[in-house]
């Protein structure tokens, strides 16, 4: 059976007709609000769950509105000062604590960072330089000074598994733990299709050119803002040329050494012929999803 | 036998090692560098075709490197300035030059312009409010106060035709050309997957629940800087409550009227149901596909 896919199944209604509605979100504030608990990006918790402060008791800062829950309660997150909101990769007590939380609470929590994190980072308008204020409860800005509108930026990635004859490409970055081994990755560029970026961050990255890309899933993935667009792709020439500005390695790993991984990686073990991704990876899915097929 | 989807197939080699090269920038700039003919965001044409003017002799105005050709000709495009950047979708007159011009053109074009328009919109760091300044090549912009990178823009969008029995549900937004119904869409927000924003903007815009959601395509959208992502779906409860604010109006269309649609589309005619989509949009692979199925 496949897990479900980290940082989806957020259980709030994002009730975007609110969000335009200044009187009814102050209602909403006042009438049994939730604030999360956040220090600037992470999470607070508590045996692994979400804290949530009474909102009308709060400190007024600047608050994202993240949605209702089923009984119609308005939650909020609050946005952190500038210097507290990097746009650096999720910290080791963050990814060890994702591994105790509910589904639905890990993703209330990714929308909640991504979004505040946006605020954060975007306290001027990028048009004219002049300060901008939250807006819409906080699914945009604008500026005070040219009018301009910003919405919240959400980056598409693409994440792909190569195949050739049986083999799957996986390289590792310079950043991973030691001998992790994971799917190649890279920003879709203004002027590309998801299938011509899959093609070229797997040339650029490995020399290797594919054919046949194959959407296979997708993954929200707030570190800062990214939306993971997994794909599958086959190629007909294994040559490698590896670009070590991006990639430290690159092979490829035969069906059992990556089920080996899989099965090494569950049960806490060492002594696979590498370190697989994460379950909370998106990667994760893809390599299942190579070994089902 | 389908088309392309316009906006991909750029013959450009993206050279990303040469962006971060300002020696070979610049010498591709001064031996035979070409520099692409806009007016603002719009294209200069001739007869249907981009013009290029020798990089080494143009007034020396902020650009981009849009790649190399397969002779390694450095491809150059200007940054307009910001009162010509809107994020206005097409004109019209552009709308109906996209029919005449070669497919590759229309994707260096596409890339080019959506590229100078994240330039001319964002000469001010939203982090601090200073003044950036173009890196690599135009694919980047570095803020000279707080030493900020920042990176082009690409919204992912989500776009989608829902079935139901044999309908196709398509809506018409107030700004689409009399008669125009065309797949449902959105932008997609932090915090959730692809297929969860499907969902959410078909249940927001029609009040439709949807069920095995199934990525079809994509489609790099230049106006301003979209990547549109086409889905299908399927509905079991046909009831719709659209929300006037986005939609004029939502249908459940017929096999047949879809066919009789693209049929009239393709000849020019009136006197269908509706008036189809237009080829260059994703929107029109979305019902080719759900016709072949």
Redesign the interface.
Known sequence: MRSP?T??G?PLD?A??VRSDPARLAALWARGGRLLQMEGLEPDLDGGALIWTEAGEAPKCETVFLGLDVSGIGHFAPVPA?DQASTAPASFNLWQALNGMDHGEI??Y???R??VG?HA???????????TAPAKGG?QRDCGACG?Q???????VVIMSVEHEGHLLLGRQPRFPPHRYSALAG??????????AVA?EIF?EAGVKVRDVR?V????W?FP?S?M?AAHAFADDPALTI?H?ELEDARWFTRAEVVEAMHARDRGEDGAAFSAPSRTAVAWHLLADWLED
């Open positions: 896919i940082f989806t957020n994002r975007d007709a500038p993703a209330i990714g929308a909640a991504a979004l946006w980072r975007h306290r001027f308008c990028a048009r004219c330089g002049g300060a699914w301009a910003h919405f919240p930026r959400t980056d598409p920003f879709v560029e203004p002027g590309e299709s998801i299938e011509e070229r650029e959407y899933a997708s993954q929200p707030p803002s939306l667009i670009d500005s």
